[in-house]
């Protein structure tokens, strides 16, 4: 990885997403994804990403939540991405509020399609928030960002430090610009994966997408889900043409490709709070 605006050496070598891993695997009944969400107002302008290759849809189901909507793999067992519309009045109310650590499996998914606690037990993995606990104003949202269906098995290294600078960036532009659109997600590279519990798939990245509505400008973090302090940001052309997704389907062309100039990460993050011991080393 490297540090700052520069982009990660080799970043357009050929990625390999969940995609490829579908074909490995056995195939089965799945439901179709449109671009309108159920719950349209975590997207911009009401529209969801658009998956590109629709082996990518085997077995995933949309789940929307108070304050986030998941695009979720029962292949992987983890989201293929969460978005979120920050504001600067819900970001407010979500720094009062304490963390409180709720990990929980989520009762929506098909037991056989989901992550249960015990596949992260010694893993030597962070539970990793994709839509990230210090984003939530209530305490509602804030228990639902707990669910596993919106957490990657991440290096704790990682996620307690760069990572944790990035969400923390992120909600100080949002405070700054008023809203802005999020979309988090893992990417997943190489051709031999990781499995924690022999069941979740352990993400070679993760990716943060930042939208500035009133701009018309968007861009995003890329981290490598290693020991790393290190991170590229990258245009959303870029992003999309290693992730298969097309993340904002109604976007010019011309404004995927030139990149936002995003804030260098600083600060520490996310809130502090009551920890069970067994919840300890989560990190979002």
């Known amino acids: 990885m490297v540090a700052g605006n520069q982009v990660m050496p080799g970043l357009r070598r050929a990625f390999l997403p969940v995609a ?12 179709a994804f449109a671009g309108r969400p159920a719950c349209p107002s975590h997207y911009f302008q009401g529209v969801s990403p658009d998956i590109t290759n629709p082996k990518m849809l085997k077995d995933s189901r949309e789940l929307c939540f108070t304050r986030f909507g998941v695009m979720h793999s029962g292949i992987t067992r983890t989201p293929l991405w969460s978005a979120e519309h920050l504001t600067r009045d819900g970001l407010s109310s979500a720094g009062g509020l304490v963390r409180v650590n709720s ?8 037991a056989g399609s989901r992550a249960e606690l015990g596949d992260y037990s010694r893993s030597g993995y962070d539970r990793g928030h994709m839509a990230p606990n210090g984003d ?18 991440q290096d704790p290294e990682s996620n307690r430090g760069i990572w944790q600078r990035i969400e923390s960036s ?9 809203e802005l659109f999020v979309i988090t997600g893992p990417l997943f590279r190489g051709g031999k994966l990781e499995q924690v519990g022999g069941r979740v798939m352990v993400p070679s990245h993760v990716y ?15 981290v490598e889900n290693a020991p790393t302090s290190g991170y590229a940001t990258v245009s959303i052309a870029e992003l999309e043409a290693i992730a298969g997704i097309d993340f904002f389907p109604a976007m010019p062309a011309s404004v995927k490709r030139e990149k936002m100039d995003l804030p260098k990460p600083s600060g520490k993050g996310g809130r502090r709070g009551k920890k069970h011991p067994k919840e300890a080393g989560a990190g979002g």
Do not use: C, W
């Open 136 to 153: 939530m104003p209530d305490k509602q949202s804030q228990s639902e960002s707990f669910s596993l269906a919106n957490i990657v098995p």
């Open 208 to 222: 943060k997408i930042v939208l500035d509505p009133t701009r018309g400008r968007a861009g995003a973090y890329l």
């Open 20 to 31: 490829v891993l579908l074909f490995l695997l056995p195939a089965g009944v799945l439901p």
């Open 103 to 110: 990990f929980h499996p989520e009762e929506r998914l098909p």
């Open 170 to 178: 992120v909600r100080a532009l949002a405070k700054r610009r008023g």
